[in-house]
């Protein structure tokens, strides 16, 4: 048999296999490529959400101090007035967070201590729970969107190796169409790209 001939029946098995794995791992990275492009909607509908849910608790926060704010001026306005009944009743229709608020304002003795704060909503405490719960939900967003961003990436990296994977197969193809030693060039080319992106498969992660 001549080196022609060898190199023939080589570069023929070695392009029916190259065709036969790219074409399997195409189809791998196409899957996964696919998976990943879902992860990434799903997470960054996850990140919406929590943005909403943010802004839904700074909404209610602003009402809600809307609320308390003109509950307070009529309490003060009775304590003023000395009408102790009309203070209790108001005193009463606070928020509970708005008790512990007001009560700490009060203990500073706001009516004869000059260095008291202005109002119990000066007082860091106050709001402090809407402000956890507006930081857990923004931290939960950014969380999510960067969890997204690398799904899109890991969608793009499949993606990419899905074209190379393809171009492998079409490069064994058009092997069997040349003639020594063109053909073989073309069959190393296909290994080597087929290999890289072997190599860059191996480092991705699957779902």
Known sequence: MSDHAAVDRFVDFASLALISVAAVLSAVCGYQAGRWDGEQSRLYSLANAQHFLASETIGKADALTAINVALFLK???????????????????????????LDAWLATKPFTNPKAPLSPFALPRYGQDMRTTEQRDEQAASADFDAAQTAHRHADDFSLLTIIFAAVSFLAGISTKMVFPRHAIIVGLGIVALIYGVVRLIGLPVL
């Open 75 to 101: 309490y003060i306005d009775a304590l003023n007035a000395g009408d102790q009944r009309e203070a209790q009743f108001i005193y009463r229709r606070f928020p509970k967070e708005m008790h512990k608020v």
